[in-house]
């Protein structure tokens, strides 16, 4: 018969565990976030769309394709919390208070130990 406390001692070292990760994963994420914006912004797309410009015009001047990849990524876009970019009308344009964050302050937000996880994210 299993020993009841050992059982919630387990159970209690799983979630403790799950809560660290939980924790984590919000820097985490940031980097990935600002790897994305850096290729997006190194491939002069933020530029393009200082003016508003319809999602078929993008695909034809960056020689995007159509794609749910495509699609989802212009979705994170204009529903991230920062509002990257703006979706008005059908058109898509910077937003105009977009501040690209540095690696620098990115990488400061993580705790010591996990700051070597930038070079996985990158």
Same mark, same amino acid.
């Given at each position: ?27 985490? %994420? ?11 912004? +190194?491939?002069?797309?933020? *530029?393009? $769309? @200082? /003016? ?13 394709? %159509? ?11 204009? +529903?991230?919390?920062?509002? *990257?970019? $703006? @979706? /008005? ?34």
């Amino acid at each position: 018969m299993t020993n009841p406390f050992r059982l919630a001692l387990v159970w209690y070292r799983l979630l403790r565990g799950l809560g660290d990760l939980i924790r984590l994963s919000r820097p985490i %994420d940031e980097i990935f976030r600002f790897y994305v914006l850096q290729t997006i912004q +190194d491939e002069c797309l933020f *530029t393009y $769309l @200082k /003016e508003p410009r319809t999602y078929g015009q993008i695909l034809a001047e960056f020689g995007y394709f %159509d794609t749910d990849y495509t699609r989802l990524l212009f979705d994170i876009l204009t +529903d991230d919390k920062e509002k *990257t970019v $703006l @979706k /008005e009308n059908g058109n898509y344009r910077l937003n105009p208070e977009f501040k690209m964050p540095s690696l620098q302050y990115v990488v400061g937000q993580l705790p010591e130990n996990l700051r070597n996880f930038n070079f996985m994210a990158k």
